[in-house]
């Protein structure tokens, strides 16, 4: 794994066509896909089993409860993204 500083996170964001409305403080690239946000482990282990022909998934903002944010959790609503575009509904967790 290689961590990338950049100067940017709108640009970077962009780059990988993440909508505006699904965008949180962390992004990262696992294989072909983007993951956005603080995203459960079981999100992601859901995405490389089943290889959806989807960019990648997203969990907008910094909901309370998911991973490195206190507080309760809330039931977390990740969506799948294409060509910049909500897929709708990936998993909820």
């Known amino acids: 794994m290689k961590a990338t500083l950049v100067n940017d996170v709108k640009d970077a964001k962009d780059k990988l066509n993440i909508p505006g409305e699904l965008r949180s403080c962390h992004t990262t690239k696992i294989g072909d896909y983007f993951v956005e946000g603080h995203m459960p482990v079981e999100a992601i282990k859901k995405l490389l089993t089943e290889k959806p022909q989807i960019d990648g998934i ?33 998993v909820t967790l």
């Open 58 to 90: 997203a969990l907008a903002g910094m909901p309370s409860g998911s991973p490195g944010m206190p507080g309760a959790k809330v039931p977390f609503e990740i969506f799948g993204v294409k060509k910049g575009k909500s897929q709708g509904l990936f």
